[in-house]
């Protein structure tokens, strides 16, 4: 199950509607519609925004149960990781959040810009 799958879940067994979420979120509505749908990735500062709009702790989001099944050990012990990130004060978290969306941010450009640089040649 992906993330947009297990929100729209959670968001169900709270009878909360996607507006409802998207107001506590400050979020447009369809922006939020596309988290769940799958059909955009959100940060992971969003699923943490997430997460607390829905009144649940992030590892109930990345449904850690279900990923256990299917990932290696050094997978787990990421996720782990994860769920440890949860105990830390306020503003380490949002430094880590941060930081994490600005590697991966890189990793998605430099995909970009090899592929783009491979079609041009």
């Not at 509505?29 to 943490?48: N, V």
């Amino acid at each position: 199950m992906n993330i947009g799958e297990q929100i729209k879940k959670i968001r169900t067994a709270k009878n909360l509607s996607q507006k409802e979420v998207a107001l506590a979120l400050e979020m447009d509505q369809a922006q939020f519609s596309r988290i769940e749908s799958g059909k955009t990735d959100p940060a992971f500062s969003t699923i943490e925004k997430i997460a607390q709009a829905l009144g649940v702790q992030l590892s109930e989001l990345v449904n850690a149960d279900d990923v256990f099944k299917e990932v290696n050990s050094y997978d787990k012990s990421v996720i782990e990781k994860l769920a440890l990130v949860e105990q830390l004060e306020e503003k380490e978290k949002t430094a880590f959040f941060s930081i994490l969306d600005a590697l991966v941010s890189k990793k998605k450009l430099k995909d970009s810009l090899s592929n783009a640089l491979t079609l041009a040649q």
